[in-house]
C-alpha cells in the first residue's frame, strides 16, 4: 500500500511539508490579486459598457458615492454601485445600489409600470 492510498498518511505528510508562505510572499500574493482584479474590473467594463475603470470612478467621484434614486452611500452597502444602462441602446443612464437596480429591472425598466407601482403604493399606504 503506497502513500497515496493511505489516507492518514498522506494528510500527515502534507503537514510535515506544508509550505509556509513568508511575509514577503503574501504581500506580494496580494499585491498581484489586488491588480489582477483591477485588470479584470477594467476588462469587464469595457466590454459590457464601452468605459474603463479609471470613467467608473470619475462616475462615482461625481455623485459623490451615493445612489441616483435613494441617495445610499457606496460605503454602507455590500456590492458596489451598479451601472445602469437601457439595454436596447446600452447607453448608460447612471449608478445605482442593487436594491434599486433589481428594483426597476423587475419593474422591466418601464415608466407606465412603474409609474402604476407608485399608484398602487400610495393607494394602499396606511399614512394619511
Known sequence: MGLRDDPVAMKEWRTAKAYHKTDKTKAYQRAYYQKYKAKQQNATLVKRYGIT?????????????????C??????????????????????????CHACNTGIG???????????ALE?????????
Open 71 to 96: 441617495g445610499c452611500y457606496e460605503d454602507t452597502l455590500t456590492r458596489s454601485l451598479h451601472i445602469d444602462h437601457c439595454h436596447d441602446t446600452n447607453e448608460i443612464r447612471g449608478l445605482l
Open 53 to 69: 475603470l479609471a470613467e467608473y470612478t470619475v462616475m462615482k467621484e461625481e455623485r459623490e458615492y451615493k445612489c441616483d434614486i
Open 106 to 116: 423587475s419593474l422591466k425598466d418601464d415608466p407606465i409600470l412603474l409609474q402604476t
Open 120 to 128: 398602487y403604493l400610495n393607494a394602499h399606504s396606511n399614512t394619511e
